[in-house]
């Protein structure tokens, strides 16, 4: 198994000596991997202050920038490789040079200058994944403004909420791209949600769209429709002053204090609201630059490649950040993995020779579904090193990822982490340590993961790439992360440990629910359904599902009595409000079932029986203790809905 991987970056030995490092000196080993792969304009002067904990302060009053980290350091040696391969669904390519790139983001950002943002102003991104969405985050980098990506595939309506709580200045969007053959408008939705808003000045358009005139017609009438300036990006930038590239090159980044929030992604809590994960500079920057290169084995002459879009933090932290740290050429890809044929990967992999593919479970669950077939015809020899991140892959999957895509010779590295981590806690280190199939592995040297006697994963010491905060709600943050044990960030995830300190992931210990991969929340699909006047009351749970990982069941209790209703009318009910959420949250959220009863089980206490649901949305009898449940006749009639 380790036959590809002869001198990984971390050898076994080396793999020995950080974690014999980090546990003797943990801070100044710290402070040692900081000083030699981060450029500061300004040297730190403490490597951790830890007096109002868990607000804590790495590498305290370093200045750098996360862009030029990226893309400025890699100029006198690396200015001609390829940074960023791009192909779209319909087979349209482009390579970027880092010399190319670095002149887009300076373009960009002396652009997003003159109109105003300043560092903290907040930029929310509604884009798909294309070159120009990495030059607007890169760009957003380069000047301290704060950028909020948000997931293409949420509606309008989720991404008002966003905006609105952010402020944001400037929304940047573009008018649509192509999805499983079909043009997903994402300036309707954009200019949809900033209606009524009063915070965003510019509208900023990419028309990566030029040729469709149908779209292109859609899109100026609603342009001629809103009260708000639509700057037309690719135009403006075409003028003289943004073409002196020198010029250009010598306005100075903005030099951040290592502390300074330098993102917001809002992720899903086991609340109805989400949560804007605040993550500071010099640290973030650390770990995932190191990350990448410890777990994805990066090399010079590696073609990279992540499935994740920049909508997620995979996206931000191992596509427009980690890998662009490390100088790697990487491939993006805009559109869907079956279209037009479930084989678009593979010819992907074959036609760039992709030798490091980063991707999700759901993912492989579908590939093993769509058949050997689509896979067989092409070759995937390029391919070193697999991964694997989002959700349990479990060893069945894990078997057929190994055998079929990595010809029983790749690693696989399955990273566990979150959003608020920044970047991989978990996972073993290819070369050094071997996988074990469907158990994520050790804590990263440097990562202090523990687990509770009631099974609950934790993380014992802060480090550098942990988030900062909640956007907004600093109660939160104390109370969901760090209120639970003593001194520690809980992430809310089971697992359990074996003799080797393999750490195996059970799921979640709280509503957080994880579909496709995509994190959400059952009490955010209970306040979308309550904005319905057509539920009085609703629960919301999760089943396994095939290929998904996880399904939603919705239970609803409808206002009016439809129970004479035929089933057709019953049918229809149902899809009305099923189109609900996804006009809610988006199309990703979109339950399997929803099924009506006229009450939920309930505990005397009045708290929803969330268990004894699960198993009625599965079809099961409820096993276990119901003596708590108030009225034991609602079992029947809801099973009898099933
Ligand atoms: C789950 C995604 C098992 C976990 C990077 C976590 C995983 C949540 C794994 C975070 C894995 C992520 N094995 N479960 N390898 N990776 N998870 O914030 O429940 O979108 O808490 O970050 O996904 O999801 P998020």
Same mark, same amino acid.
């Given at each position: 198994?380790?036959?590809?991987?002869?001198?990984?970056?971390?050898?076994?030995?080396?793999?020995?000596?950080?974690?014999?490092?980090?546990?003797?000196?943990?801070?100044?080993?710290?402070?040692?991997?900081?000083?030699?792969?981060?450029?500061?304009?300004?040297?730190?002067?403490?490597?951790?202050?830890?007096? !109002?904990?868990?607000?804590?302060?790495?590498?305290?009053?370093?200045?750098?920038?996360?862009?030029?980290?990226?893309?400025?350091?890699?100029?006198?040696?690396?200015?001609?490789?390829?940074?960023?391969?791009?192909?779209?669904?319909?087979g349209?390519?482009?390579?970027?040079?880092?010399?190319?790139?670095?002149?887009?983001?300076?373009?960009?950002?002396?652009?997003?200058? =003159?109109?105003?943002?300043?560092?903290?102003? /907040?930029?929310?991104?509604?884009?798909?994944?294309?070159?120009?969405?990495?030059?607007? +985050?890169?760009?957003?980098?380069? *000047?301290?403004?704060?950028? #909020?990506?948000?997931?293409?595939?949420?509606?309008?309506?989720?991404?008002?909420?966003?905006?609105?709580?952010?402020? &944001?200045?400037?929304?940047?969007t573009?008018?649509?791209?192509?999805?499983?053959?079909?043009?997903?408008?994402?300036?309707?939705?954009?200019?949809?949600?900033?209606?009524?808003?009063?915070?965003?000045?510019?509208?900023?358009?990419f028309?990566?769209?030029?040729?469709?005139?149908?779209?292109?017609?859609?899109?100026?009438?609603?342009?001629?429709?809103?009260?708000?300036k639509?700057?037309?990006?690719?135009?403006?930038?075409?003028?003289?002053?943004?073409? =002196?590239?020198?010029?250009? !090159?010598?306005?100075?980044?903005?030099?951040?204090?290592?502390?300074?929030?330098?993102?917001?992604?809002?992720?899903?809590g086991?609340?109805?609201?989400?949560?804007?994960?605040?993550?500071?500079?010099?640290?973030? %920057?650390?770990?995932?630059?190191?990350?990448?290169?410890?777990?994805?084995?990066?090399?010079?002459?590696?073609?990279?490649?992540?499935?994740a879009?920049?909508?997620?933090?995979?996206g931000?932290?191992?596509?427009?950040?980690?890998?662009?740290?490390?100088?790697?050429?990487?491939?993006?890809?805009?559109?869907?993995?079956?279209?037009?044929e479930?084989?678009?990967?593979?010819?992907?992999?074959?036609?760039?020779?992709?030798? *490091?593919?980063?991707?999700?479970?759901?993912?492989?669950?579908?590939?093993?579904?769509?058949?050997?077939?689509?896979?067989?015809? @092409?070759d995937?020899?390029?391919?070193?090193?697999?991964?694997?991140?989002?959700?349990?892959?479990?060893?069945?999957?894990?078997?057929?990822?190994?055998?079929?895509?990595?010809?029983?010779?790749?690693?696989?590295?399955?990273?566990?982490?979150?959003?608020?981590?920044?970047g991989? +806690?978990?996972?073993?280190?290819?070369?050094?340590?071997?996988a074990?199939?469907?158990?994520?592995?050790?804590? %990263?040297?440097?990562?202090? &993961?523990?687990? #509770?006697?009631?099974?609950?994963?934790?993380?014992?010491?802060?480090?550098?790439?942990?988030?900062?905060?909640?956007?907004?709600?600093?109660?939160?943050?104390?109370?969901?992360?760090w209120?639970?044990?003593?001194?520690?960030?809980?992430?809310?995830?089971?697992?359990?440990?074996?003799?080797?300190?393999?750490?195996?992931?059970?799921?979640?210990?709280?509503?957080?629910?994880?579909?496709?991969? @995509? /994190?959400?929340?059952?009490?955010?699909?209970?306040?979308?359904?309550?904005?319905?006047?057509?539920? #009085?009351?609703?629960?919301?749970?999760?089943?396994? @599902?095939?290929?998904?990982?996880?399904? %939603?069941?919705?239970?609803?209790?409808?206002?009016?009595?439809?129970?004479?209703?035929?089933?057709?009318?019953?049918?229809?009910l149902?899809?009305?409000?099923?189109?609900?959420?996804?006009?809610?949250?988006?199309?990703?959220? /979109?339950?399997?079932?929803?099924?009506?009863?006229?009450?939920?089980?309930?505990? /005397?206490?009045?708290?929803? +029986?969330?268990?004894?649901?699960?198993?009625? &949305?599965?079809?099961?009898?409820?096993?276990?203790?119901? !003596?708590?449940?108030?009225?034991?006749?609602?079992?029947?009639?809801?099973?009898?809905?099933?």
């Amino acid at each position: 198994m380790e036959a590809k991987l002869k001198q990984a970056n971390i050898s076994k030995e080396e793999a020995l000596k950080l974690r014999e490092n980090f546990k003797t000196n943990y801070l100044e080993t710290w402070a040692k991997l900081a000083k030699e792969n981060i450029f500061f304009k300004e040297e730190f002067t403490e490597i951790l202050d830890d007096s !109002s904990k868990p607000e804590y302060k790495w590498f305290l009053n370093g200045k750098t920038n996360i862009s030029y980290n990226c893309l400025d350091i890699h100029l006198p040696d690396k200015a001609e490789k390829t940074a960023l391969i791009f192909e779209d669904e319909a087979g349209n390519s482009e390579h970027i040079s880092y010399k190319e790139l670095h002149q887009r983001v300076i373009r960009f950002s002396a652009y997003l200058k =003159d109109i105003g943002i300043k560092k903290g102003d /907040r930029v929310c991104i509604y884009m798909s994944l294309c070159p120009e969405s990495i030059i607007a +985050m890169q760009a957003c980098m380069r *000047i301290g403004a704060i950028h #909020s990506v948000v997931f293409a595939g949420f509606s309008a309506h989720a991404l008002r909420d966003r905006i609105n709580e952010l402020e &944001a200045k400037v929304l940047i969007t573009q008018n649509g791209f192509t999805r499983k053959n079909k043009s997903i408008e994402l300036f309707k939705a954009a200019s949809e949600a900033i209606l009524e808003n009063d915070s965003v000045t510019n509208l900023l358009l990419f028309e990566r769209m030029k040729n469709n005139n149908e779209l292109n017609s859609r899109t100026e009438k609603l342009i001629s429709e809103l009260d708000i300036k639509v700057n037309l990006v690719e135009e403006e930038i075409r003028d003289n002053k943004y073409q =002196d590239i020198e010029k250009l !090159s010598s306005i100075e980044p903005e030099w951040l204090e290592s502390n300074e929030t330098s993102f917001i992604l809002y992720t899903s809590g086991s609340t109805g609201k989400p949560k804007g994960i605040e993550h500071a500079t010099a640290g973030y %920057l650390l770990w995932t630059k190191l990350s990448s290169k410890w777990v994805f084995d990066l090399k010079d002459d590696d073609i990279y490649w992540c499935t994740a879009d920049i909508g997620w933090i995979t996206g931000h932290s191992y596509v427009t950040y980690g890998p662009l740290a490390n100088g790697a050429t990487q491939l993006i890809y805009e559109g869907a993995p079956n279209s037009p044929e479930p084989n678009r990967f593979w010819e992907l992999i074959e036609k760039y020779k992709v030798s *490091i593919f980063y991707t999700a479970p759901t993912a492989i669950r579908s590939f093993a579904q769509w058949g050997l077939e689509y896979i067989e015809k @092409h070759d995937l020899s390029s391919l070193r090193l697999l991964g694997s991140v989002g959700e349990p892959i479990g060893s069945e999957t894990w078997n057929w990822f190994y055998e079929h895509i990595g010809n029983s010779k790749c690693p696989i590295v399955d990273t566990w982490w979150q959003t608020e981590t920044g970047g991989v +806690m978990i996972t073993s280190l290819p070369g050094a340590e071997a996988a074990k199939a469907g158990v994520a592995g050790p804590a %990263l040297p440097g990562i202090s &993961a523990e687990i #509770s006697p009631e099974s609950l994963l934790y993380i014992s010491k802060p480090w550098p790439s942990m988030l900062k905060g909640i956007y907004k709600n600093p109660e939160r943050f104390h109370q969901a992360y760090w209120s639970k044990i003593e001194g520690s960030y809980l992430p809310g995830d089971l697992a359990s440990q074996d003799e080797d300190g393999y750490i195996s992931i059970g799921g979640r210990n709280d509503d957080v629910i994880n579909i496709s991969g @995509h /994190r959400m929340g059952t009490a955010e699909i209970e306040t979308a359904l309550a904005k319905s006047p057509l539920v #009085s009351e609703s629960a919301v749970v999760a089943i396994p @599902h095939a290929i998904k990982g996880q399904g %939603l069941v919705c239970f609803v209790i409808l206002s009016e009595n439809t129970s004479n209703d035929s089933e057709d009318k019953q049918k229809e009910l149902s899809q009305k409000l099923s189109e609900h959420i996804c006009y809610e949250i988006g199309a990703h959220a /979109r339950p399997e079932k929803i099924i009506s009863c006229p009450a939920l089980p309930k505990t /005397r206490s009045g708290k929803v +029986m969330r268990r004894l649901l699960q198993e009625i &949305a599965q079809g099961k009898e409820p096993s276990g203790d119901i !003596s708590t449940l108030e009225e034991k006749s609602i079992l029947k009639d809801l099973l009898k809905n099933i």
